[in-house]
């Protein structure tokens, strides 16, 4: 069974929200054992109504086209939004999961926006059971047809899905972390960062460690994660990143050299999580 995770060469901005703030050299190997080496590290930051992310490319906003169906936006209760990025359950692409009760309809939108990002949409499937109607897409890079391994642009890819969500379901924002920031409503409870942040490594076979990671969801999450795991010298060969709500759960498969981590590298990983996921405002100059 494919381990959970989720989920063109530069992480882009969100529709007009967003600015460039810092820039900083990542260190480490690249994303998938070595094959890719990261782009320079970008940091990000939310500040109120605006999301700042690296670089001036912008995140290209949806069509005009509607998602609501059969006036269903117009139900009490809220589902919780639900975005998955898959990179382990097929070897050609990187599959999209979408999920917002019954409100999503065919997503033309996020199709063409996914295209926008220099993106195919090579497969396209709708399936509805009683936790609502999931939309899977299976992209690939239009420039290789190979499927999507940059931790920027799957931050991207995340982000856009994000906010056409907002756009076209406003009420989302309110079962959503970044709703804060730049959503039409606030969310409608706040999350505990240190009650929050789980993080376990767990034996995964001779070569590699599954790490597991379940935080407040935030803009840039992905490349964080990357960044704190690579500069440690700890490869990140595939897995699945998951916004569920206000949370988001990440799954990594790791190695170093080679191997599965040993106990006092996993122990070094996740204090290297914890410290910056419970405390990522915090400025080395107020030491």
């Not at 959970?4 to 060469?9: D, E």
């Not at 500040?47 to 509607?66: C, D």
């Not at 117009?74 to 589902?79: F, L, R």
């Amino acid at each position: 069974m494919a381990v959970a995770m989720v989920s063109c060469g530069s992480i882009c901005g969100m529709c007009t929200s967003l600015k460039v703030i810092e820039k900083q050299p990542i260190s480490g190997p690249g994303f998938f054992n070595g094959s890719l080496s990261l782009n320079p590290f970008h940091k990000l930051y939310i500040t109120p109504k605006r999301l700042a992310l690296s670089r001036s490319t912008i995140i290209p906003k949806a069509s005009a086209a509607t998602a609501v169906e059969d006036g269903s936006s117009q139900e009490t209760a809220v589902p919780t939004p639900k975005v998955i990025i898959d990179l382990d359950s097929d070897p050609d692409a990187t599959v999209v999961e979408v999920t917002f009760g019954d409100r999503l309809g065919a997503l033309l939108d996020t199709m063409n926006a996914l295209k926008n990002l220099g993106l195919n949409v090579v497969k396209a499937n709708v399936c509805l059971d009683s936790s609502g109607k999931h939309n899977t897409f299976a992209i690939t890079k239009a420039s290789t047809g190979r499927k999507v391994d940059d931790p920027e642009l799957l931050e991207a890819i995340r982000l856009t899905i994000i906010n056409n969500m907002m756009e076209y379901h406003p009420e989302s924002s309110s079962r959503l972390a970044m709703g804060e920031a730049f959503g039409a409503f606030q969310p409608y409870q706040k999350i505990d960062v240190d009650i929050a942040t789980h993080i376990h490594v767990y034996e995964d076979g001779p070569e590699r460690s599954l790490l597991s990671v379940e935080t407040t969801d935030r803009p840039g999450l992905i490349v964080d994660l990357v960044k704190i795991i690579t500069d440690i010298n700890i490869n990140v060969e595939s897995g699945e990143f998951d916004t569920e709500g206000l949370l988001a759960k990440a799954k990594f498969h790791v190695s170093y050299k080679g191997k599965a981590l040993i106990k006092p590298l996993q122990q070094v990983l996740a204090n290297s999580l914890r410290y910056f996921l419970r405390r990522p405002t915090t400025e080395d100059a107020s030491f």
